[in-house]
């Protein structure tokens, strides 16, 4: 059976899809955004299977305004996507991390790649986006990853942002709140599916911190988690309605912020591949269409925020 037959066959008994309009009728935004808010959507390569002009092509034609990608270590890599971008017109924003369970040796290799990612690209990145420390450092040890995006922020005037990502040092929302409440330069990217799945909750129960971590949000990923996954299989069936309402409401407070502030919001789609993506058994098939997803929370965002 081919890719389109199992997708029709496998959704056929799971109810309609729900529509982007429909979404937005049955979680109207609390105030109107409309014509005041500077937003710019982002595509992921995460999962792609062709080149990075073969990528780019494929993001500017659906309407996005960039990409996210990690830092390309080697100058051949780095030319091939500044190459890509400048041909198609759009935005770059970098992630920078490091792997390594040393804690030394982790922020070594995290330094070196933010002072790349900010100064050694021949177009300046709209933001870079981190993977910072791990979850089983101490305060002290990932405070330092902390410290150095601070100065190098300063210096360039390009945000960097820490992401609430499982494995990492924003990994919970009580563990993010003590380093919002000592370090008033953090800023965050906001990929709050993680915490629903660390906490397997929809975070009800945290509503304070929650609400203090927002504040301090300068990126979205905009990935649906839930209580027992950081991704609901297709956010627009209806029974994720409870988990797409939680997060749009969390994301309608970080768009209220940035309409105040008069600061660019800017968003990834990152809905990812298989295995984040859920499978049939022994097929290995997904059980939705990962591309098509990521371009629907696009179209979602902006007529939410911007129509």
């Not at 890509?84 to 017109?89: E, G, H, R, S, V």
């Not at 920078?96 to 900010?118: H, T």
């Not at 992401?163 to 990994?171: A, D, I, N, S």
Request: net charge neutral.
């Amino acid at each position: 059976m081919n890719r389109r037959n199992f997708m029709s066959t496998s959704l056929a008994g799971a109810g309609a899809l729900v529509g982007i309009d429909a979404v937005a009728r049955e979680n109207a935004a609390p105030f109107q955004f409309a014509n005041k808010l500077s937003l710019k959507v982002f595509g992921t390569n995460w999962g792609f299977k062709g080149t990075t002009e073969e990528f780019c092509a494929a993001i500017k034609k659906e309407g996005y305004d960039g990409t996210e990608m990690w830092w390309p270590g080697s100058k051949e890599r780095q030319a091939e996507l500044l190459t890509a971008l400048n041909k198609y017109d759009l935005e770059i924003g970098f992630l920078c991390g490091s792997q390594d369970d040393n804690p030394v040796k982790s922020l070594e290799a995290f330094k070196n790649q933010i002072n790349a990612a900010s100064s050694q690209f021949g177009k300046k990145p709209l933001y870079i986006n981190c993977h910072s420390g791990r979850d089983f450092f101490t305060y002290e040890q990932n405070k330092a990853f902390i410290d150095h995006t601070t100065a190098v922020s300063k210096q360039t005037s390009i945000p960097i942002y820490h992401e609430t990502h499982r494995g990492r040092m924003l990994f919970a929302a009580h563990i993010t709140r003590n380093f919002i409440e000592k370090n008033p330069d953090l800023k965050l990217t906001l990929d709050i599916s993680h915490w629903c799945n660390v906490h397997e909750s929809l975070l009800a129960n945290q509503e304070e911190t929650v609400q203090l971590a927002l504040t301090r949000v300068g990126h979205i990923h905009t990935r649906i988690g839930h209580e027992e996954g950081p991704q609901v299989n297709d956010p627009r069936a209806p029974e994720w309605a409870a988990a797409v309402k939680a997060h749009l409401a969390w994301w309608d407070k970080v768009v209220e912020y940035k309409v105040k502030s008069g600061e660019v919001l800017t968003v990834l789609t990152e809905f990812g591949p298989p295995h984040y993506l859920p499978t049939v058994p022994y097929t290995n098939q997904p059980l939705a269409d990962q591309w098509a997803i990521n371009v629907y929370m696009m179209k979602l965002f902006r007529e939410r925020y911007l129509a």
